[in-house]
T-cell receptor
Framework: EDQVTQSPEALRLQEGESSSLNCSYTVSGLRGLFWYRQDPGKGPEFLFTLYSAGEEKEKERLKATLTKKESFLHITAPKPEDSATYLCAVQEYNNNDMRFGAGTRLTVKP | GAVVSQHPSRVICKSGTSVKIECRSLDFQATTMFWYRQFPKQSLMLMATSNEGSKATYEQGVEKDKFLINHASLTLSTLTVTSAHPEDSSFYIC??????????????FGPGTRLTVT
């Protein structure tokens, strides 16, 4: 059965303290891996799509990377406004569905 | 670009009544729309997938007669919760995708609807 596992479940950082979030996946054929940010009481906000192992994408303080088994979301010098839940999702070939991980709740303290 | 709206943002209804939630893609045509349910501090659970002009495909365990989905146009899908019960109280989120091939498979999410059934 396809699985998406995110770790850690929760992460507390000091402002400026860089770290990484992990998303491990098992699918029969990966079409794409997606990262979203979700603030409390709101819908997820699209961040990145990664399609093949070795691919990297960056946006401000965020950088997403992909291997054949996992993806990392690196956060460099985070700020309090980066506090949110970060969701990872995978999509298989021949299927428009996305399967989401449980998310990592990130808190950045000033 | 890629803006999705939902209406209403919050709704409170009495047990036994029906509630309709609208999902609109504002600046693109969505060939596929998705409906998710999210419980507090949990991830999104896919309820159903709908393509414009055809019947929705429901996930296992989701009652299609209770959660009626209509995707009447390329910019509008509706979810109707029929005969609502308190256990239907949840955060309902829709998303839209162009899904036209190539690399256009991102889903863009609406802001969600908080349903409370009393």
């Amino acid at each position: 059965e396809d699985q998406v596992t995110q770790s850690p479940e929760a992460l507390r950082l000091q402002e400026g303290e860089s770290s990484s979030l992990n998303c491990s996946y098992t699918v029969s054929g990966l079409r794409g891996l997606f990262w979203y940010r979700q603030d409390p009481g709101k819908g997820p906000e699209f961040l990145f799509t990664l399609y093949s192992a070795g691919e990297e994408k960056e946006k401000e303080r965020l950088k997403a990377t992909l291997t054949k088994k996992e993806s990392f979301l690196h956060i460099t010098a985070p700020k309090p406004e980066d506090s949110a839940t970060y969701l990872c999702a995978v999509q298989e070939y021949n299927n428009n569905d996305m399967r989401f991980g449980a998310g990592t709740r990130l808190t950045v303290k000033p | 670009g890629a803006v999705v709206s939902q209406h209403p943002s919050r709704v409170i209804c009495k047990s036994g009544t029906s509630v309709k939630i609208e999902c609109r893609s504002l600046d693109f045509q969505a060939t596929t729309m998705f409906w998710y349910r999210q419980f507090p501090k949990q991830s999104l659970m896919l309820m159903a997938t709908s393509n414009e002009g055809s019947k929705a495909t429901y996930e296992q365990g989701v009652e299609k007669d209770k959660f009626l989905i209509n995707h009447a146009s390329l910019t509008l899908s509706t979810l109707t919760v029929t005969s609502a019960h308190p256990e239907d109280s949840s955060f309902y989120i829709c998303s839209a995708s162009t899904g036209t091939g190539g690399f256009s498979y991102e889903q863009y999410f609406g802001p969600g609807t908080r349903l409370t059934v009393t």
